[in-house]
C-alpha cells in the first residue's frame, strides 16, 4: 500500500498540472483549481484499483475457494440407449450426492445430436462415437474429450431387408444407404466402402437418425441401414433385417466421453467421481452380461433375448485418453475431410486436456 502510494506521488512530480495542461487540450480549457481536482481524482481512482487488485481477498483468481465458486450443483448428462445401464443404476447419484451434486439425464437418439446440445450448454457431459466430435470440433462447438469407450465393432452391422437382391458389400453400389449423419455408423460405412473398392460418391446416402431409419428400411424406401446395437440387434428380431456385413475386422474404434470444456475445467472432481463410477459398473457389466440384459428389457422396452445377443457382443470398459488414442481420432478426422464432409482440417488436439489435468481425474486402468 505504502509503495504504492510513493510510486502515485512521485508520478505526479513528474507529471505537473501545468505541463498537463498546456498538452492536452482538455485541460488546457479548465482553470486550474478544476484541472488539479481533476488529476488528483484520477490519481486517487488508480490508487484504489490498485490497492484492490493486490488485495488477496478481493482476488478470486488467487483465492483457494475458487474452485467452489465454479462448481457445478447440477450435472447434466446426455446419453444414449447403449448407455442407459448407468442411468438405471443409479449410482452416480448416490455417489455425488454427498459432494452435493445432483444428476440430470437427458435422452439423445444419436452422437451428434449430442453434442449440438453440449454445445449450447444444455448438457455437460455425455458419451458418443468416434465420428460425432470430428463434426462438432470442425463446427466450433467447444468440447473436450474425457475418456475413451472400449471398441465394440461386432455392435454395428449394415442391415439389407430379408429378401433384398444385395449380397455382398460390392453389390451397395447405387444404392440407397441409411445412417446418422457424423455418427460411428458414418465411419464404418466409409470403412467398409473402402475395403471393397467402392468410393463414397458411388453410394445415395440419406441421412436419418435410427428410428426414422429403421421405418424406411420397413417401407422399402431404403436399400440397406448402418447401425449400432440396440438398434441393430433389435431389427433382427423384429423386422429380420440381414446382415450385409458388421464391425468385425472394420471398425477398430470405440466411442468416447466428452464434456463441455467449461464444465471440465472447472469440475475435476466431479468428473472424476463420473469416470470412477463407470469404470466400476463396466468392471461389473463384464463379469455380469445377462444381469445386465435383465436390467435393460424393461427400460428399453426391448425383449431379453434380444438384449442378451447385443449384451454379449459388446465390449465394456473405459480408455484412457494418451497420444495412440489421439492418432486413431486424427486420422478419422482426416478421412472426413478427405471427403469433404467437414469443412475445414481439424487438429483433434486442440480438443484434448493437457497430460496432467487427464492424470488428475483418470482412473487406473
Known amino acids: ?37 481533476f488529476i488528483t481524482g484520477l490519481c486517487l481512482s488508480l490508487l484504489f484499483t490498485a490497492c484492490t487488485a493486490n488485495n488477496p481477498s478481493n482476488n478470486t483468481a488467487n483465492s483457494p475457494n475458487s474452485a467452489n465458486q465454479t462448481k457445478a450443483s447440477v450435472v447434466k448428462f446426455g446419453y444414449q440407449k447403449s448407455a442407459i445401464l448407468l442411468k438405471s443404476k443409479g449410482v452416480l447419484e448416490k455417489r455425488l450426492q454427498p459432494q452435493g451434486v445432483s444428476v440430470e439425464w437427458i435422452e439423445f437418439p444419436a452422437g451428434p445430436q449430442l453434442l449440438e446440445a453440449m454445445n449450447v450448454s444444455s448438457i455437460d457431459f455425455g458419451h458418443t462415437g468416434e465420428s460425432p466430435p470430428i463434426f462438432a470440433q470442425a463446427a466450433g462447438a467447444s468440447l473436450t474429450y474425457i475418456a475413451g469407450i472400449a471398441p465394440s465393432p461386432a455392435g454395428q452391422a449394415i442391415l439389407v431387408p430379408p429378401d433384398s437382391p444385395i449380397k455382398t458389400p460390392t453389390d451397395l453400389k447405387g444404392k440407397k444407404i441409411a445412417f446418422q449423419k457424423g ?8 470403412q467398409v466402402l473402402e475395403k471393397f473398392g467402392l468410393k463414397y460418391s458411388d453410394i445415395q446416402p440419406i441421412y436419418l437418425p435410427p428410428a426414422d431409419a429403421r421405418a424406411a428400411l420397413v417401407k422399402g424406401s431404403l436399400d440397406a441401414w448402418v447401425i449400432w446395437d440396440p438398434f441393430y440387434a433389435a431389427a433382427q428380431k423384429a423386422i429380420n433385417a440381414r446382415v ?56 428399453l422396452g426391448i425383449d431379453l433375448e434380444t438384449l442378451q445377443k447385443a449384451t454379449q457382443r459388446r465390449k465394456f470398459g473405459i480408455v484412457p485418453i494418451d497420444s495412440n488414442l489421439i492418432a486413431i481420432q486424427q486420422q478419422v478426422a482426416d478421412k472426413f475431410y478427405e471427403l469433404k464432409l467437414i469443412p475445414k482440417q481439424i487438429d483433434v488436439k486442440e480438443a484434448m486436456l493437457s497430460p496432467e489435468q487427464y492424470a488428475a481425474f483418470s482412473p487406473k486402468i
Open 1 to 37: 500500500m505504502s509503495l504504492i502510494f510513493q510510486r502515485l506521488i512521485a508520478a505526479l512530480k513528474r507529471f505537473r498540472v501545468s505541463h498537463f495542461a498546456h498538452q492536452n487540450r482538455f485541460l488546457s480549457v479548465l482553470p486550474l483549481p478544476i484541472a488539479g481536482a
Open 183 to 190: 455418427s460411428s455408423a458414418h465411419y464404418m460405412l466409409l
Open 244 to 299: 450385409l456385413i458388421d464391425g468385425t475386422e472394420i471398425n477398430k474404434q470405440g466411442g468416447y466421453y466428452l464434456a463441455s470444456r467449461k464444465f471440465a475445467t472447472e469440475n475435476p472432481e466431479t468428473i472424476k467421481a463420473i469416470l470412477e463410477e463407470i469404470k466400476t459398473l463396466e468392471d461389473w457389466s463384464d463379469k455380469h452380461r445377462d444381469e445386465v440384459a435383465a436390467t435393460l428389457s424393461p427400460v
